[in-house]
């Protein structure tokens, strides 16, 4: 069973930066893919940013540039660090790792930005 911690997030201003942790426990392998995804009131969750082995990674458009996902996997924690920060950014961020049992989500925490 694998449980996914986020810490991270809270009250931000607009042009402001963000670092989110997320810090996983269970059978969790370094090709197991680990990302951030984001869900706006009345709006679908979408994938922020993902991160796989030899520490590949690939961006959501409205994230690319200034963000930047890590990952220790000694630690299978994942990181997220976002710059530039914009009031559309305001979301509920999950962490999730995929696997063969197919996905888990972290309890997401809150990110407010305010212009």
């Known amino acids: 069973q694998v449980q996914l911690v986020e810490s991270g997030g809270g009250s931000l201003q607009a042009g402001g930066s963000l670092r989110l942790s997320c810090a996983a426990s269970g059978s969790i392998f370094s090709d197991n893919i680990m990302g951030w995804y984001r869900q706006a009131p009345g709006k679908q969750r979408e994938m922020v940013a993902r991160?796989?082995?030899?520490?590949?990674?690939s961006y959501a458009d409205a994230v690319k540039g200034r963000s930047t996902i890590s990952r220790d996997y000694a630690k299978n924690t994942i990181y997220l660090q976002m710059t530039s920060l914009k009031p559309e950014d305001t979301a509920v961020y999950y962490c999730?790792?995929?696997?063969?049992?197919?996905?888990?989500w972290g309890q997401g925490t809150q990110v407010t930005v305010s212009s």
């Open positions: 999730a790792v995929l696997g063969s049992w197919g996905t888990s």
């Open positions: 991160i796989g082995s030899f520490r590949s990674a």
